[in-house]
Every structure is written in structure tokens, then in C-alpha cells.
């Protein structure tokens, strides 16, 4: 599972398109949908901390965790600049480490695409099942077979900005089911009319909703149900994105 590093540093700016505060709401709708109106909530593969900050500016006690140290330390200075009281934690999702439990865990952003095995994705899905209260809430997004076979493809991506710009060549390996994502990026240096040039490479699993479903119900969670992104539909063979609701199961209140 590769982390962000070069990237890190204009995520943000590649990704204004994204109608975050939208996404928000949409999350904040589901987790009070499930009773989750307050309290401590994990960020599961929070990057740059938007997700973080909007869950947090609606009255969650918000923990974040990633496996980019460059990603977190921009996530630290939105924290500086917000004052808010979210506790990031550098580690990676396949063995992340909690202190206690929490309400529920939000994974959105395709963040469970980056585990590339099913192994590994059962046991993201079973240490959620371990840090959630009784009865708490899941709540993760994933990219879909179509998506990255379809829709995506094997296409080559460029953008440009006053001071950065990247090359975003894609291929699909269809009997794997792994996307691959090689970037090359063009930063202009500090104080500097030079840009400097990185590449990064980084990989996706395709998975379908039978295996995301099979992967939860091994690992201990409860499946509740899934949604086409940003609706309440079900999801179809041309579903892009699908939203998935889980729950915690075993614990008992005492």
C-alpha cells in the first residue's frame, strides 16, 4: 500500500473540484441516520484531513489516520488553522491501533482500493469491527470494476495550475483486477521560476460488491446495505462508486 509523498503537496489543489462539503453532508446524514449524532469518530485513510475538518466542524470528536506522513502534515496545518481538536495518527489501515473505541469509522474517498489484497481488506474490516462500540457504525466508499474498466480505462489524465501540473497515465489489468496509477508530477520550486519533476506510482483494486460483502461478514462485521454514491439507490452494474453501511458485531453493553 503506497503512501502519498510528493503528491501530498497539491493534492488539495488538484482535487477543488471534489464537492466536498456535498460528500459531507452526505456522510453526516447516514452516520445520523444510524443514530450517530455526536462523539468519537475514526477517519479511516484521512489524507489531507477535508473529511476530517467537516465531520469535526459538525460537532464530532474526529480522529484521523493515514499512512502518508505528507499527507498528515498538511492535515495538521488545516487543524492549526481550524482550531480544531482532531487527533491525526501515522499509521497504516491494514494494522491501525486505537487507544479505545469509537462511535463509527468513515472511509470514504476510495481509501479501501489502495488495499490490493483480500486478505488485507478483511482485516482492515476486522480491526474496524475490534475498535467499534457495540453496535457502532461503518461507513466506507469503494470504486467499482466498472469504474476502472469502463470508465476510467486506459487513459492518460494532464492538468495544468499557475505552479504545478501533472501527467496521470492509467492502466486497467483486467485478470487482476488492479488499476494502476503512474504520476508525474511537475512542481515549481520556492522563490524559484523552476518546476522539478516526480513520479509516483500507486495501485487500486478493483472490487466488485459480492466480494466487499463476503469480506465484511468473514471478518466479523455486520452488512446492513449499500447505496449508489450520493443517493439512497440501490447500486447497479454501472455503478461508479457505491457507499456501504456496516456494523459492529460481538461486543455486548455492558
Same mark, same amino acid.
Given at each position: 500500500?503506497?503512501?502519498?509523498?510528493?503528491?501530498?503537496?497539491?493534492?488539495?489543489?488538484?482535487?477543488?473540484?471534489?464537492?466536498?462539503?456535498?460528500?459531507?453532508?452526505?456522510?453526516?446524514?447516514?452516520?445520523?441516520?444510524?443514530?450517530?449524532?455526536?462523539?468519537?469518530?475514526?477517519?479511516?485513510? $484521512?489524507?489531507?484531513?477535508?473529511?476530517?475538518?467537516?465531520?469535526?466542524?459538525?460537532?464530532?470528536?474526529?480522529?484521523?489516520?493515514?499512512?502518508?506522513?505528507?499527507? &498528515?502534515?498538511?492535515?495538521?496545518?488545516?487543524?492549526?488553522?481550524?482550531?480544531?481538536?482532531? &487527533?491525526?495518527?501515522?499509521?497504516?489501515?491494514?494494522?491501525?491501533?486505537?487507544?479505545?473505541?469509537?462511535?463509527?469509522?468513515?472511509?470514504?474517498?476510495?481509501?479501501?482500493?489502495?488495499?490490493?489484497? #483480500?486478505?488485507?481488506?478483511?482485516?482492515?474490516?476486522? %480491526?474496524?469491527?475490534?475498535?467499534?462500540?457495540?453496535?457502532?457504525?461503518?461507513?466506507?466508499?469503494?470504486?467499482?470494476?466498472? @469504474?476502472?474498466?469502463?470508465?476510467?480505462?486506459?487513459?492518460?489524465?494532464?492538468?495544468?495550475?499557475?505552479? $504545478?501540473?501533472?501527467?496521470?497515465?492509467?492502466?486497467?489489468? #483486467?485478470? #487482476?483486477?488492479?488499476?494502476?496509477?503512474? %504520476?508525474?508530477?511537475?512542481?515549481? #520550486? @520556492?522563490?524559484?521560476? &523552476?518546476?522539478?519533476?516526480?513520479?509516483?506510482?500507486?495501485?487500486?483494486?478493483?472490487?466488485?460488491?459480492?466480494?466487499?460483502?463476503?469480506?465484511?461478514?468473514?471478518?466479523?462485521?455486520?452488512?446492513?446495505?449499500?447505496?449508489?454514491?450520493?443517493?439512497?439507490?440501490?447500486?447497479?452494474?454501472?455503478?461508479?462508486?457505491?457507499?456501504?453501511?456496516?456494523?459492529?458485531?460481538?461486543?455486548?453493553?455492558?
Amino acid at each position: 500500500m503506497e503512501a502519498y509523498t510528493s503528491f501530498a503537496s497539491v493534492y488539495d489543489t488538484f482535487m477543488d473540484n471534489i464537492p466536498y462539503e456535498e460528500w459531507g453532508a452526505y456522510l453526516r446524514d447516514l452516520l445520523k441516520e444510524y443514530g450517530v449524532y455526536d462523539g468519537l469518530v475514526l477517519d479511516l485513510g $484521512c489524507g489531507t484531513g477535508t473529511m476530517t475538518e467537516i465531520l469535526a466542524a459538525d460537532g464530532y470528536d474526529m480522529i484521523g489516520i493515514d499512512n502518508s506522513e505528507e499527507m &498528515l502534515e498538511i492535515a495538521a496545518e488545516k487543524k492549526e488553522g481550524s482550531g480544531s481538536d482532531i &487527533l491525526y495518527l501515522l499509521q497504516d489501515m491494514r494494522e491501525f491501533e486505537l487507544y479505545g473505541t469509537v462511535k463509527a469509522v468513515v472511509s470514504i474517498c476510495d481509501s479501501v482500493n489502495y488495499i490490493t489484497e #483480500e486478505e488485507d481488506l478483511e482485516e482492515v474490516f476486522r %480491526l474496524v469491527n475490534n475498535y467499534l462500540d457495540p453496535g457502532g457504525i461503518f461507513i466506507f466508499d469503494f470504486n467499482t470494476v466498472y @469504474k476502472y474498466k469502463e470508465v476510467i480505462g486506459s487513459q492518460t489524465i494532464a492538468e495544468s495550475r499557475e505552479d $504545478c501540473s501533472f501527467i496521470w497515465d492509467n492502466y486497467y489489468y #483486467e485478470d #487482476e483486477e488492479i488499476n494502476e496509477y503512474e %504520476l508525474s508530477l511537475f512542481i515549481k #520550486e @520556492k522563490d524559484s521560476e &523552476l518546476y522539478k519533476k516526480y513520479v509516483e506510482t500507486h495501485f487500486q483494486k478493483a472490487y466488485n460488491l459480492e466480494t466487499i460483502r463476503r469480506l465484511i461478514e468473514q471478518s466479523g462485521l455486520e452488512f446492513i446495505i449499500a447505496y449508489n454514491a450520493f443517493s439512497r439507490e440501490k447500486p447497479s452494474d454501472e455503478s461508479e462508486r457505491i457507499y456501504v453501511i456496516a456494523r459492529e458485531r460481538g461486543k455486548v453493553n455492558e
